[in-house]
T-cell receptor
Framework: GQQLNQSPQSMFIQEGEDVSMNCTSSSIFNTWLWYKQDPGEGPVLLIALYKAGELTSNGRLTAQFGITRKDSFLNISASIPSDVGIYFCAGQLRGNQFYFGTGTSLTVIP | EAQVTQNPRYLITVTGKKLTVTCSQNMNHEYMSWYRQDPGLGLRQIYYSMNVEVTDKGDVPEGYKVSRKEKRNFPLILESPSPNQTSLYFC???????????FGPGTRLLVL
């Protein structure tokens, strides 16, 4: 299957700090997606990206679709305690085939 | 309320005892999928369905079966569970042409 490498694996940050994480793939994807998973729940979509170079924001979150279509980045500005969770990138190849990254676990220290 | 439901939420079973995890969505979505989530591996797609009676293998289909006899339901069947199928399972659905998947709450399975 497709390999999506997500880094960092975990982050411990102070409240108010900015966060950056990224995802790289050996394959080209048509769509890049970023999800957040809270403990005990399923992932929830944060941002969807549709074309190379696209930069999209959702509140304090900003994500970019890499120019090569093999990578994507997510930034969270001014982190708050409710940002705690696991963040996943995902790539959509075609139809209903989705491939997820290994996740970045974020801990925000008040 | 629009949602994806899964049952059971927790299940402990023994090797070889057939089991079914149900998934139902009330949003009239065409696409449905099953994923398993394992530590360090993220979510991996097991099977997906693009509509009634249309299913296809995902990345890790071995040891699983699915069926889609009705649009709202997409059960996951483990005919002969093995310990390596111990995992957290998620069902998801979405509208055709939309990338937003709605995930269920998850089913935690332990196979002894």
């Amino acid at each position: 299957g497709q390999q999506l490498n997500q880094s960092p694996q975990s982050m411990f940050i102070q409240e108010g700090e900015d966060v950056s994480m990224n995802c790289t793939s050996s394959s080209i994807f048509n769509t890049w997606l970023w999800y957040k998973q809270d403990p005990g729940e399923g992932p929830v979509l944060l941002i969807a990206l549709y074309k190379a170079g696209e930069l999209t924001s959702n509140g304090r979150l900003t994500a970019q679709f890499g120019i090569t279509r093999k990578d994507s980045f997510l930034n969270i500005s001014a982190s708050i305690p409710s940002d705690v969770g696991i963040y996943f990138c995902a790539g959509q190849l075609r139809g209903n085939q989705f491939y997820f990254g290994t996740g970045t676990s974020l801990t925000v220290i008040p | 309320e629009a949602q994806v439901t899964q049952n059971p939420r927790y299940l402990i079973t023994v090797t070889g005892k057939k089991l079914t995890v149900t998934c139902s969505q009330n949003m009239n979505h065409e696409y449905m999928s099953w994923y398993r989530q394992d530590p360090g591996l993220g979510l991996r797609q097991i099977y997906y369905s693009m509509n009634v009676e249309v299913t296809d293998k995902g990345d890790v289909p071995e040891g699983y079966k699915v069926s889609r006899k009705e649009k709202r339901n997409f059960p996951l069947i483990l005919e002969s569970p093995s310990p390596n199928q111990t995992s957290l399972y998620f069902c998801a659905s979405r509208l055709a042409g939309r990338e937003t998947q709605y995930f269920g709450p998850g089913t935690r399975l332990l196979v002894l």
